[in-house]
């Protein structure tokens, strides 16, 4: 089935069931992405580690929301 065959069946729905379908497929979008997760858990240890080398310098909170 075509995307706009599907398209033309889900405009003939009545209105609560499109309701559905559009709500299906926006929740598809905004599901996690387990990569980007992991990503960004080893940068934020990477960060942790070179920071408690000295390697990296901290910013104080009260800067960082003077802006």
């Known amino acids: 089935m075509s995307t706009k065959d599907v398209l033309e069946k889900a405009l003939k729905l ?10 299906g ?3 598809s979008l905004d599901e996690p992405d387990r990569r980007l997760d992991d990503i ?3 940068e934020a ?8 080398e000295g390697k990296l ?9 003077e802006e």
């Open 40 to 42: 960004w858990a080893d």
């Open 45 to 52: 240890e990477r960060r942790l580690k070179a920071y408690r």
């Open 14 to 23: 009545k209105p609560e069931e499109r309701f559905l379908v559009i709500e």
């Open 25 to 27: 497929l926006l929740k």
């Open 57 to 65: 310098e901290g910013i104080p909170m009260e800067e960082i929301f």
